[in-house]
């Protein structure tokens, strides 16, 4: 058994240990950009350990298969894309029409550049469309729905922003006409008093 002591060595050898977390982050990039280029389906499990510069081994050290790595470098590309979806410029108090517009047009220029091929997502689950029980599929389509749910929760934001400001110019409006019948009341007294008098 290797054991590791708190310098980060391996005792029974003497050398570095590598860090195991840095080694799957390499493999899902490099598995993520063949897959995006050349299909699920072309590319090879000894591909993406030479361009991970990692073992076969080492690769199923991490990866029970190469449905579980595909699965897992979704996962990974979700989160860097929910990260980007959390950056879009959906400001909660912008009229909600201005926000979508907002959306769509970011969409527009990311989708029009001259490298887009579609999203990875989009790629492999078209790869996959006859293996409907696939982990990969689950996880695209939890992917898909995370931006439509990011929105509609920005929406209702907005929506409810607007309803408290609607309802503080509400009751503003109502204090003014309170006080205008305050006002009107009192100089009603003052002229039946004077009437009066």
Sequence with gaps: ?????RGGVNSLIGKPMRNRLATRKRMLE?????????GYARVSVDQIGDRAGVTKRTLYDHFR?????LAAV??????????????WKLDETQ??????????????????????????????VMELADLPGHPARKIASRHKAAPRE???????????????????RDRASYRRCDCVDA???????????????
């Excluded at 298969?65 to 790595?69: F, I, Q, V």
């Excluded at 006002?183 to 008098?197: F, N, Q």
């Design 183 to 197: 006002c009107s009341r009192k100089s009603r007294l003052r002229r039946r008093r004077r009437r009066s008098s």
């Design 30 to 38: 490099a598995a993520y950009e063949l897959f995006y280029r050349h």
């Design 65 to 69: 298969s190469k449905d579980e790595l």
């Design 150 to 168: 990011l929105v509609r929760a920005r929406v209702r934001a907005s929506r409810d922003q607007i309803s408290r400001d609607a309802r503080t």
């Design 95 to 124: 009229d909600i029409a201005e926000m979508i517009d907002h959306l769509f047009a970011d969409l527009a220029r990311w989708s029009a550049s001259r490298r887009f091929t579609a999203t990875g997502f989009t790629r492999i």
């Design 1 to 5: 058994m290797i054991t590791e002591d």
């Design 74 to 87: 979704l996962e990974f590309q979700h989160e860097i894309a929910l990260a980007y979806f959390q950056q």
